[in-house]
């Protein structure tokens, strides 16, 4: 199992702009999961994109995959306060069913 | 949320005493993960299961127990609590483990004094 690591630590930003968070593992994947969690609430699950898919959307919810750069992004569009939040990847591995996760990026929008 | 809960909600206990976790699932699941999450490390897995009675060491399993002797339960025993283990517990199910998502249930908050 691999640890995504998540860039930047802590982002703050004005409602209405767009936030971009990276994730960069070490080997190659299976599939890379993208996460959100509001304060004291259990992970919710946002996207999976697979190893052989470049681009995923759901809703204002954009991810990107280069496995040539070993690397994943997650855009969210048009900010609203309740986006406010942590955001975690996981490069899923295979080999076996662990899923670990990297210590996340800090999501703040300012009304 | 719907389909995992987990119990207690919150819970504190002394140094010393053994303390289980339950994690209970009606979605049939046949994985189930335990992780905990302490500031500046964000989530990391304790043990995870792929079938009843089938268990798997994470990253810091130490000082852990798990067991599920049914698909629907499955359990985190620490055996002897330490305030290190203070911390909040997760617990998540996945229909095909790392192949598709994970869904969580709303933690347990444990405080080891």
């Known amino acids: 199992s691999q640890q995504g690591e998540e860039d930047p630590q802590a982002l703050s930003i004005q409602e209405g702009e767009n936030a971009t968070m990276n994730c960069s593992y070490k080997?190659?994947?299976?599939?890379l999961q993208w996460y959100r969690q509001n304060s004291g609430r259990g992970l919710v699950h946002l996207i999976l994109i697979r190893s052989n898919e470049r681009e995923k959307h759901s809703g204002r919810l954009r991810v990107t995959l280069d496995t040539s750069k070993k690397s994943s992004s997650l855009l969210i569009t048009a900010s609203r306060a309740a986006d406010t939040a942590s955001y975690f990847c996981a490069p899923f591995q295979g080999g076996s069913e662990k899923l670990v996760f990297g210590k996340g990026t800090k999501l703040t929008v300012n009304p | 949320d719907a389909g995992i809960t987990q119990s207690p909600r919150h819970k504190v206990t002394e140094t010393g005493t053994p303390v289980t976790l339950r994690c209970h699932q009606t979605?049939?699941?046949?994985?189930m993960y335990w992780y905990r999450q302490d500031p500046g490390h964000g989530l990391r897995l304790i043990h995870y299961s792929y079938g009843v009675k089938d268990t798997d060491k994470g990253e810091v399993s130490d000082g852990y127990s798990v067991s599920r002797s049914k698909t629907e339960d499955f359990l985190l025993t620490l055996e002897s609590a330490t305030s290190s283990q203070t911390s909040v517990y997760f617990c998540?199910?996945?229909?095909?483990?790392?192949?598709?998502?994970?869904?969580f249930g709303n933690g347990t908050r444990l405080t080891v004094t």
């Open positions: 998540a199910i996945s229909e095909a483990g790392g192949n598709s998502p994970l869904h």
């Open positions: 080997t190659s994947i299976n599939n």
């Open positions: 979605e049939n699941h046949r994985y």
